[in-house]
């Protein structure tokens, strides 16, 4: 598949309903008129969890998602950051301890957690740390934020969503294809990559009323 050099940007601006939405190729959405950050499924804690079940994983791998989330806080801004869900992995392991110093450092931004399926530690843990936990859902001007996709969405608004870890395959000239994370757009809902990096990939195919907009390196491309 070849792209026109249009089709290729740093960030891509969507309107949803009444609500500018940038999509990052840090794999997360920005919301300007909030000033508002949104992450999906980091599984902060994976690397320690794997480690303790007899699979090698680099210790520096826990730390790249911290440098790449305070990277894109650095270049944003943002007043507050939500993360949609599977924010850590597993049971409390040394992990937690990084996630502890990067909340006081940033102590400035105001952090939201909606609850996800591996968001498993005991409230307190979360409440420690100044985190705002949403159970459920959490409405946001046309935006109603979630980990799961809803299954129905309310009349006037627009599901961003995580837990799939979306992704796409690009076919290139003969057999070569490529397997890219992607924002996956529908006419009521926004499903988000997961911003970890131990995560992997459900691919989805693109329909009719489907957008498909592929993470590749620095680049957001609609296909």
Request: hydrophobic letters at 40%; a negative charge.
């Amino acid at each position: 598949m070849e792209f026109k050099e249009e089709d290729i940007i740093n960030n891509m601006q969507l309107k949803l309903l009444n609500t500018i939405v940038e999509l990052l190729p840090e794999k997360a959405i920005f919301l300007p008129e909030t000033n508002t950050l949104v992450v999906a499924d980091i599984h902060f804690g994976k690397t320690m969890h794997f480690r303790k079940n007899g699979i090698s994983i680099p210790p520096q791998s826990a730390e790249r998602d911290y440098m790449r989330l305070n990277a894109l806080i650095e270049k944003k801004q943002p007043q507050r950051i939500i993360v949609l869900g599977d924010l850590f992995h597993s049971t409390h392991n040394s992990e937690w301890n990084l996630f502890c110093e990067f909340v006081a450092y940033r102590s400035g931004i105001r952090f939201m957690l909606i609850i996800g399926n591996h968001d498993i530690l005991d409230r307190r843990h979360y409440q420690k740390l100044c985190l705002e936990i949403v159970e459920h859902s959490l409405e946001l001007q046309d935006l109603i934020l979630s980990h799961e996709p809803l299954k129905k969405v309310p009349v006037g608004m627009v599901n961003v969503a995580g837990h799939i870890h979306p992704g796409f395959v690009l076919q290139g000239r003969g057999r070569q294809n490529i397997k890219l994370p992607c924002f996956y757009s529908l006419p009521n809902q926004l499903i988000m990559p997961a911003f970890g990096s131990l995560t992997g990939l459900h691919i989805l195919e693109r329909t009719m009323d489907s957008d498909v907009y592929v993470v590749a390196n620095d680049k957001v491309i609609e296909v």
